[in-house]
């Protein structure tokens, strides 16, 4: 989630940090006055050469954790002048140079509002075109300046209120079916998939717990509708992201231009169309409890569904299971936690007893996606390393003060104020009622990133 300062500030600020739809002020005070002012090292080089090489760097020749470090170095700065892409040569009105932010101590500055403006952005001064959006800005390019900002994430936060009567029931029901096919897979096949599973699985859980619309009325939405929200996430998303297909391929069509919205129209208009029809109950809501017309509530409803929690969880989810499944001496330490309190049925209140399942979850949120900040040595211990009771105990509990995967630390709270994820407590909850699911289901799992190998059934 890319951040800009408001005009008190003399320059740009960015982070590194994943969004799904900031936070209290910092938790640091200010530095002494008494302390000398420093030039921001770093430099942003020759116009149009200086953002070209950068773009290289950052995707090429680098990647972007070894972008940031070797700068990291090189300055033997945290804080520092450079560019990141999109950058030329069709990015019009998009400005590449930013001050890099990459420690907990100066990015929990980021969060306070009377400092950093979050308008019209999303990885540096990048934003996609507003049709993708239906052109309204929804909630999450919106400053908590700008009034709208305010009704829309307390719209936001409403609805996932209504969400918790039917989002444990519901996630537990596309778990099973979720489940069920990766069995008869492994069955049949020696091993299963669990990335299209997992993703209609989601897509049918989010949907009905979010807007209370059932896809299975629209069989073209049904079965096609989470491939409808990859192709229009995948085309706002492209100029930001390293793909790793040969180069310079990639540098020439993905990272280049802005996609042009027409590719994704049909299917995103039928999702709004699905929605329309469908969500007609909560539509009426937004209108008569917070005064939106329908066009803003469902483009914003699309947004918060594809984008932050579809898109989030695409990424959050697959990357969770990964370890569980490579890792048998894990696997064996949480069975033992859960089928220990989980008693007859599995809740977010049985989850919530069990210490080493959140601190998996935290972790891997730490890790994956992977902002650097989050890497920093002088907080976290062997930084670049997964371990899993990393945030049990007190000690591990005041970790979570640093802990910025959801545009805030974990410890804040989502309000209309700022910009931290409205999801946040939800996406962890959901996260550990994963583990949860698996090790009651399974006595034992292997797999990699993409695949099950092996199940063995827990008796029950």
Request: aromatic share 12%; hydrophobic share 40%; charged share 20%.
């Amino acid at each position: 989630m890319a951040m800009g300062t408001k005009m008190t500030m003399p320059f740009r600020m960015m982070s590194m940090s994943p969004g799904m739809p900031s936070s209290s002020p910092p938790t640091q005070s200010p530095a002494p006055a008494s302390l000398p002012l420093r030039t921001i090292p770093g430099s942003y080089g020759w116009p149009l050469l200086g953002p070209v090489s950068d773009r290289l760097d950052y995707f090429w020749f680098q990647g972007p954790d070894t972008f940031f470090k070797k700068r990291i170095e090189k300055h033997k700065s945290t804080v520092f002048r450079t560019n990141v892409p999109p950058t030329f040569p069709f990015f019009a009105g998009v400005n590449p140079n930013v001050v890099a932010v990459l420690d907990t101590k100066s990015f929990a500055y980021l969060f306070d509002m009377d400092i950093v403006e979050k308008k019209n952005i999303l990885v540096g001064e990048f934003m996609p075109s507003v049709k993708f959006t239906g052109n309204i800005r929804t909630c999450a390019y919106l400053d908590t300046s700008e009034p709208q900002h305010t009704q829309l994430k307390n719209f936001a936060m409403d609805v996932l209120k209504r969400s918790s009567k039917v989002w444990l029931s519901e996630l537990v029901a596309s778990l099973d079916t979720m489940w069920d096919t990766i069995d008869t897979d492994v069955s049949q096949k020696g091993s299963g998939s669990y990335l299209i599973p997992l993703q209609k699985a989601l897509f049918k859980f989010l949907v009905k717990s979010l807007t209370g619309a059932d896809p299975s009325n629209s069989p073209e939405i049904a079965e096609g509708g989470h491939v409808m929200l990859d192709k229009w996430l995948a085309l706002q998303l492209l100029p930001t992201i390293k793909i790793g297909i040969l180069q310079p391929l990639e540098e020439i069509f993905l990272h280049s231009f802005a996609y042009p919205f027409f590719l994704v129209s049909g299917d995103y208009n039928k999702l709004c169309q699905f929605i329309t029809d469908e969500a007609k109950e909560l539509l009426l809501y937004a209108k008569t409890e917070f005064g939106l017309n329908q066009e803003e509530t469902v483009h914003n409803l699309l947004f918060i569904l594809g984008f932050n929690a579809f898109g989030g969880f695409s990424i959050f989810l697959p990357g969770l299971i990964s370890r569980i499944a490579s890792d048998t001496e894990l696997q064996e330490k949480l069975r033992n936690e859960v089928r220990q309190n989980s008693g007859p049925s599995l809740s977010f209140e049985s989850v919530m007893k069990m210490p080493l399942v959140q601190s998996v979850v935290y972790e891997t949120l730490r890790l994956s996606p992977p902002p650097l900040v989050m890497k920093d040595p002088e907080v976290f211990d062997d930084p670049e390393s997964f371990k899993a009771d990393r945030f049990m105990g007190e000690e591990g509990r005041e970790l979570l003060s640093y802990l910025y995967w959801s545009n805030g630390p974990q410890t804040g709270s989502p309000s209309e104020s700022n910009k931290q994820c409205a999801a946040k407590d939800y996406v962890t909850l959901t996260g550990s009622m994963m583990v949860a699911y698996l090790l009651k289901r399974y006595d034992s799992i292997k797999g990699d990133s993409a695949s099950i190998t092996a199940v063995e059934k827990a008796v029950k």
